[in-house]
């Protein structure tokens, strides 16, 4: 409690920050998703959905793609050719398109279909062939093909048995690795060399996770890999795949999961291994990786930082660096110099000195565990009695992390609170707490997201005539269970894209995850077995118990919100009295992608708190 009361103290010593135009949070003209060629001579972007490359001095950048195609990731195949993934216009399948540096026209790589696209190795190319797995005989099953770039010859390389879910490719280029899985349980399957047989190696419950990162460079039937595999926690581990066990445990952390192993293509080793608590950490496992990241923390103190690209030699560097108070900001790093090019420019209205810190919380929930969570307050708050927007976040099994977030830093700017938890369920703390969500939706999930709500309540925080829940996605599901299940803590609600029938939310699921199908039942629930569970905690049978003014947010091409039963739970909340604000957006998705819808939405957002956080 007295690091709160010194936190809020210290708050309050500032100006209260200026109002930040809307247009500052959410606008998408920016550069984004820098990467550089392999030989370290061009540098390439995107911005407004197209694809650009320019020289590294940055002063002339030449546009590779003449519309605005839907851009799902785009990798540099060598120092002419970049390729990337686009949805097709009738969104029936997946392209994939290679645009090239010195003027050639762009070339479709595949013909056209319904099917969806997995790329397999897209970072680690070798003589012009990439692999990935395309669902063409079956819309349920991917096959493992490698496509001559050069050529746009494609072949079969392995015919799925019908069980495979996953691909991994080794550093030779040599498919080598395999995950099967009946929906629950998942078989690990391996081979020595790419002329042999898979081979299953070890099967173990969807729960633990072997998930290989790399291989390793003396021994061929040696990965890397993050385990939690007799153990709660994620660890690096050596594993032999000859004999299905742990060979070593390279780092762990007693508290939280290890989400990231810093594998070396080059080296074929593992340089570092990230944790994260309120914040990741990054713990040095090699030696040259600790001087690279020291000497960058020197130049960049006090933010994180992310590597997301090198050229071929790792001598250049593409690096992206944030805080809780500054958007991400991306520079080209050159090792031989140790100087740093500033590629990319945040909005000059998003000035730190107007932003608000994202301090970490925790919690007692009602049986006693510590739920983590995080607390944005308006610049110059007092620290009590504020309004306060609680926000669950958009996936059951994720989590909220520490960063620029433009969501939080409008509300805060706006004069509200800000409470994000990770609830029981949320991953990262183990899998004990990842599994204690399942089948929870609603209840004891919605019980820890109650308890964060009562004890910013009891900790004079919050006004507890002023609080409001917010989510997008499972998150906007959460909003409308929590005005349904407890109508006296909300004042108001808002729903964007939330689910409103755990029954269509099942049936939804498209035909590439129905290897996943039983594994949803397990996490989720069974729609035959646990229809009463469906019932009681889907909110479109429970239009009588919500109260307060809510505001629902929906795409007419939402895939996995039937557009018809948010029509019909709008009618029903209307009929009974409930003061309800709608937007449904034509030929939207599951969440806005044009500009001006998202910005609409969050004015309408904007209005909609300050007619009912208000105080009267």
Same mark, same amino acid.
């Given at each position: 409690?007295?690091?709160?009361?010194?936190?809020?103290?210290?708050?309050?010593?500032?100006?209260?920050?200026?109002?930040?135009?809307?247009?500052?949070?959410?606008?998408?003209?920016?550069?984004?998703?820098?990467?550089?060629?392999?030989?370290?001579?061009?540098?390439?972007?995107?911005?407004?959905?197209?694809?650009?490359?320019?020289?590294?001095?940055?002063?002339?950048?030449?546009?590779?793609?003449?519309?605005?195609?839907?851009?799902?990731?785009?990798?540099?195949?060598?120092?002419?050719?970049?390729?990337?993934?686009?949805?097709?216009?009738?969104?029936?399948?997946?392209?994939?398109?290679?645009?090239?540096?010195?003027?050639?026209?762009?070339?479709?790589?595949?013909?056209?279909?319904?099917?969806?696209?997995?790329?397999?190795?897209?970072?680690?190319?070798?003589?012009?062939?990439?692999?990935?797995?395309?669902?063409?005989?079956?819309?349920?099953?991917?096959?493992?093909?490698?496509?001559?770039?050069?050529?746009?010859?494609?072949?079969?390389?392995?015919?799925?048995?019908?069980?495979?879910?996953?691909?991994?490719?080794?550093?030779?280029?040599?498919?080598?690795?395999?995950?099967?899985?009946?929906?629950?349980?998942?078989?690990?399957?391996?081979?020595?060399?790419?002329?042999?047989?898979?081979?299953?190696?070890?099967?173990?419950?969807?729960?633990?996770?072997?998930?290989?990162?790399?291989?390793?460079?003396?021994?061929?039937?040696?990965?890397?890999?993050?385990?939690?595999? &007799?153990?709660?926690?994620?660890?690096?581990?050596?594993?032999?795949?000859?004999?299905?066990?742990?060979?070593?445990?390279?780092?762990?952390?007693?508290?939280?999961?290890?989400?990231?192993?810093?594998?070396?293509?080059?080296?074929?080793?593992?340089?570092?291994?990230?944790?994260?608590?309120?914040?990741?950490?990054?713990?040095?496992?090699?030696?040259?990786?600790?001087?690279?990241?020291?000497?960058?923390?020197?130049?960049?103190?006090?933010?994180?930082?992310?590597?997301?690209?090198?050229?071929?030699?790792?001598?250049?560097?593409?690096?992206?660096?944030?805080?809780?108070?500054?958007? &991400?900001?991306?520079?080209?790093?050159?090792?031989?110099?140790?100087?740093?090019?500033?590629?990319?420019?945040?909005?000059?209205?998003?000035?730190?000195?107007?932003?608000?810190?994202?301090?970490?919380?925790?919690?007692?929930?009602?049986?006693?565990?510590?739920?983590?969570?995080?607390?944005?307050?308006?610049?110059?708050?007092?620290?009590?009695?504020?309004?306060?927007?609680?926000?669950?976040?958009?996936?059951?099994?994720?989590?909220?992390?520490?960063?620029?977030?433009?969501?939080?830093?409008?509300?805060?700017?706006?004069?509200?609170?800000?409470?994000?938890?990770?609830?029981?369920?949320?991953?990262?703390?183990?899998?004990?707490?990842?599994?204690?969500?399942?089948?929870?939706?609603?209840?004891?999930?919605?019980?820890?997201?109650?308890?964060?709500?009562?004890?910013?309540?009891?900790?004079?925080?919050?006004?507890?005539?002023?609080?409001?829940?917010?989510?997008?996605?499972?998150?906007?599901?959460?909003?409308?269970?929590?005005?349904?299940?407890?109508?006296?803590?909300?004042?108001?609600?808002?729903?964007?894209?939330?689910?409103?029938?755990?029954?269509?939310?099942?049936?939804?699921?498209?035909?590439?995850?129905?290897?996943?199908?039983?594994?949803?039942?397990?996490?989720?629930?069974?729609?035959?077995?646990?229809?009463?569970?469906?019932?009681?905690?889907?909110?479109?049978?429970?239009?009588?118990?919500?109260?307060?003014?809510?505001?629902?947010?929906?795409?007419?091409?939402?895939?996995?919100?039937?557009?018809?039963?948010?029509?019909?739970?709008?009618?029903?909340?209307?009929?009974?009295?409930?003061?309800?604000?709608?937007?449904?957006?034509?030929?939207?998705?599951?969440?806005?992608?044009?500009?001006?819808?998202?910005?609409?939405?969050?004015?309408?957002?904007?209005?909609?708190?300050?007619?009912?956080?208000?105080?009267?």
């Amino acid at each position: 409690m007295l690091a709160i009361i010194l936190y809020f103290a210290a708050c309050k010593q500032h100006e209260r920050a200026v109002k930040i135009p809307l247009e500052a949070f959410f606008r998408n003209s920016g550069k984004s998703s820098f990467q550089i060629s392999p030989d370290g001579k061009q540098i390439s972007y995107v911005q407004n959905q197209l694809l650009y490359v320019q020289d590294l001095d940055g002063k002339k950048g030449r546009n590779l793609t003449k519309k605005a195609d839907r851009i799902i990731g785009y990798y540099w195949a060598n120092n002419d050719m970049l390729f990337y993934r686009s949805a097709a216009r009738d969104k029936r399948g997946e392209r994939l398109i290679a645009v090239y540096t010195n003027g050639k026209p762009s070339q479709e790589l595949l013909p056209r279909g319904r099917f969806k696209i997995s790329l397999i190795n897209p970072t680690r190319i070798k003589d012009n062939t990439l692999f990935l797995a395309l669902n063409l005989r079956d819309s349920g099953l991917f096959d493992a093909y490698k496509l001559d770039i050069a050529a746009k010859k494609l072949s079969l390389v392995f015919k799925n048995p019908g069980n495979i879910t996953e691909w991994y490719v080794d550093d030779d280029n040599q498919l080598r690795l395999a995950v099967a899985s009946d929906g629950v349980n998942k078989t690990l399957m391996f081979r020595e060399n790419s002329q042999d047989k898979f081979k299953p190696v070890i099967t173990t419950n969807f729960k633990t996770n072997i998930k290989p990162v790399g291989f390793c460079r003396q021994n061929k039937s040696c990965i890397y890999a993050l385990s939690n595999y &007799g153990r709660d926690k994620m660890a690096i581990v050596e594993f032999n795949c000859l004999t299905g066990k742990e060979e070593k445990e390279i780092f762990s952390h007693k508290d939280v999961d290890v989400v990231e192993a810093g594998y070396s293509t080059k080296r074929r080793g593992i340089n570092y291994a990230v944790f994260e608590t309120w914040k990741k950490q990054r713990i040095y496992l090699n030696d040259s990786a600790k001087s690279v990241y020291q000497k960058l923390e020197k130049l960049l103190p006090n933010t994180e930082i992310n590597i997301l690209s090198r050229d071929s030699a790792e001598k250049k560097l593409i690096i992206n660096t944030f805080t809780d108070v500054t958007p &991400g900001v991306f520079y080209l790093y050159t090792l031989a110099t140790n100087k740093l090019l500033r590629l990319s420019e945040p909005d000059s209205a998003l000035s730190e000195n107007n932003l608000c810190p994202m301090k970490p919380q925790s919690f007692k929930n009602r049986e006693g565990f510590t739920i983590n969570g995080y607390l944005t307050v308006p610049k110059g708050s007092s620290g009590k009695d504020l309004p306060v927007v609680v926000i669950p976040h958009s996936i059951a099994e994720s989590r909220n992390s520490w960063g620029f977030n433009s969501e939080v830093q409008f509300l805060a700017n706006r004069g509200y609170a800000v409470f994000q938890m990770n609830f029981r369920g949320s991953t990262g703390y183990g899998k004990e707490f990842y599994t204690a969500g399942f089948k929870k939706w609603g209840t004891a999930i919605q019980d820890d997201i109650t308890d964060g709500v009562k004890w910013l309540i009891d900790s004079e925080i919050a006004d507890p005539k002023r609080i409001a829940i917010y989510g997008t996605s499972f998150g906007g599901y959460s909003a409308l269970e929590g005005l349904s299940l407890h109508p006296e803590l909300y004042a108001c609600g808002v729903s964007y894209s939330g689910f409103t029938n755990l029954f269509t939310f099942i049936k939804s699921v498209p035909p590439y995850y129905k290897p996943y199908q039983q594994m949803f039942y397990e996490k989720v629930g069974n729609p035959e077995t646990d229809a009463d569970y469906f019932r009681a905690y889907s909110p479109i049978f429970h239009t009588d118990r919500i109260k307060a003014p809510i505001l629902i947010a929906q795409g007419t091409k939402d895939p996995r919100v039937n557009v018809n039963e948010t029509n019909q739970f709008v009618r029903e909340l209307k009929k009974r009295g409930v003061l309800v604000t709608y937007i449904l957006k034509q030929n939207e998705g599951h969440s806005f992608r044009k500009q001006e819808n998202r910005q609409d939405f969050y004015r309408q957002l904007e209005k909609f708190l300050a007619e009912h956080l208000t105080k009267h």
